[in-house]
C-alpha cells in the first residue's frame, strides 16, 4: 500500500487565506520533497529538506520536516490565485524493487478570489 | 536545452493494441523514470534506470517494457494495452538519482 500520506486531498480556500498541507510517512525518510503542479501541467520542484526539524522558507511558502524525519508539512500565508494546482510530498522509501521516490497522493488547491 | 520530452501528448488505443511513449532528456542525466497518475493516487513509479543498460522494476511494472540503450533516451513500451493502463503518463529526469526530479510534460493515454 501507498507508504506516504498526505491530508487534505482538496483545499478551498479565499484568496488571502493561509493553506496547509501535511504528509505522513509509515517509514522514516532520508529527505522529502516537494513539488507544484498546476492544472493541466507537470510536477515542478519546490524544496528538498534533509535534516530532522528542518525549516525552510520560499518567500509566502515554509516548509517543515518533522523531528522523527516522518512528517512534513507545506504552509502557504495570505494565497493568492497564482497558487492554485496540487502539491505533492515525496520520500524515498525501500520495498523489494530497492529504494524509490514515493509521492504522496497530492493535495489540490483552489483559491477563490 | 529542451529539458525532458515526451511523444505523442495524446493517444486513444484499443484494447489489445501496443505502443511506445517516448522520453528523451538533453541534461546528460543519468537516472530517468516513468511514472502513471491516476487521480488521488498521486505519481506511481513504474520502471526507472540508474545509466545507460540498467534497468530495475518500480512500484506497478505490470504491462509495461522498458529499456535504455542510451543515456537521453528512456522509451516506455505497452505491450498489450488494457482500460486499466488508461492514465497519464509523466517521465522524469535526476542528475542525483532521487533528488530534484525534472519532469516532461506527460503523455495522456486512453485505452477503450
Known amino acids: 500500500g501507498q507508504q506516504v500520506m498526505q491530508i487534505p486531498q482538496y483545499q478551498h480556500v479565499q484568496e488571502g487565506e493561509d493553506f496547509t498541507t501535511y504528509c505522513n510517512s509509515s517509514t522514516t525518510l532520508s529527505n522529502i520533497q516537494w513539488y507544484k503542479q498546476r492544472p493541466g501541467g507537470h510536477p515542478v520542484f519546490l524544496i528538498q529538506l534533509v535534516k530532522s526539524g528542518e525549516v525552510k522558507k520560499q518567500k509566502r511558502l515554509t516548509f517543515q520536516f518533522g523531528e522523527a524525519k516522518k512528517n512534513s508539512s507545506l504552509h502557504i500565508t495570505a494565497t493568492q490565485t497564482t497558487d492554485v494546482g496540487t502539491y505533492f510530498c515525496?520520500?524515498?522509501?525501500?520495498?523489494?524493487?530497492?529504494?524509490?521516490?514515493?509521492f504522496g497522493g497530492g493535495t489540490r488547491l483552489m483559491v477563490k478570489p | 536545452n529542451a529539458g525532458v520530452t515526451q511523444t505523442p501528448k495524446f493517444q486513444v488505443l484499443k484494447t489489445g493494441q501496443s505502443m511506445t511513449l517516448q522520453c528523451a532528456q538533453d541534461?546528460?542525466?543519468?537516472?530517468m523514470s516513468w511514472y502513471r497518475q491516476d487521480p488521488g493516487m498521486g505519481l506511481r513509479l513504474i520502471h526507472y534506470s540508474v545509466g545507460a543498460g540498467i534497468t530495475d522494476q518500480g512500484e506497478v511494472p505490470n504491462g509495461y517494457n522498458v529499456s535504455r540503450s542510451t543515456t537521453e533516451d528512456f522509451p516506455l513500451r505497452l505491450l498489450s494495452a488494457a482500460p486499466s493502463q488508461t492514465s497519464v503518463y509523466f517521465c522524469a529526469s535526476s542528475s542525483g538519482g532521487l533528488g530534484e526530479q525534472f519532469f516532461g510534460p506527460g503523455t495522456r493515454l486512453t485505452v477503450l
Open positions: 515525496a520520500g524515498i522509501t525501500n520495498n523489494n524493487a530497492g529504494n524509490m521516490l514515493t
Open positions: 541534461m546528460n542525466h543519468e537516472y
